[in-house]
């Protein structure tokens, strides 16, 4: 039996070049893909998928996000999260989500069999260099920000507090208070003036 391969991912480009990479590998089948989150849902009720590749980056709601929706909806789906970014804050949060791996997007044919092989045999599969994690913030990549979170970073920047911040955006101080810790976590740091020195490097505020 082949492994059912379904890939989510919004560039057309992304989507052909990996489906002509696996065209010809044995034992792998692409059956399937998404261009965002709704259709993947929708092919995953519908179709058997052994392994679902999942952009960071996708129109509708990110792929951090999604994977944690793969997860409860379709546990036996395992997931690999495709990506151009190297930072460890996504590789953490994926895994915390659920995914078996994660891939980046400039990886070779050689990397995506290894990959696939490992997941499908329970393994986890990392292609991430860490070097450049640690580099100064003008070298950093700036982390995938969903808009509600650019919100929020810009009303911490203004001082207010998460009461504050709440009642301006018509939220829970529970939901402003997770988004301050998927800040933190998405800036890899472990407080809030480490994350507005960050974030002002960076040109975010």
Known sequence: MPVKILIVDDHPMVLEGLKSLLADAEGIEVV??????ID??????NNP???AFLDINLPDISGIDLCKKVKEQFPEVKTLALSTFSERAYVSRMIQNGASGY?????????????????????YFMNVNFDQVA?????????????????VLLLIAE?????????????SV???NSHRQNLLMKF???????LIKLAAGLGLI
């Not at 580099?135 to 808009?147: I, N």
């Not at 890899?188 to 480490?194: G, I, K, L, Y």
């Open 188 to 194: 890899e740091v472990s407080n809030t003036a480490s």
């Open 103 to 123: 891939l980046i997007k400039s990886s070779g044919k050689e990397d995506i069999l290894e990959a696939i092989q490992q997941v499908q045999a329970g393994g």
């Open 159 to 171: 001082g207010l507090t998460n009461p504050q911040i709440a009642e301006q955006l018509f939220v």
């Open 32 to 37: 399937g893909t998404a261009c965002n989150a």
């Open 49 to 51: 998928v052994d392994i």
């Open 135 to 151: 580099a100064p913030a003008a070298q950093r990549a700036v982390p995938f920000l969903t808009r509600r979170e650019k919100e």
């Open 174 to 176: 529970t939901t402003v």
């Open 40 to 45: 993947a849902i929708a092919f995953l009720k």
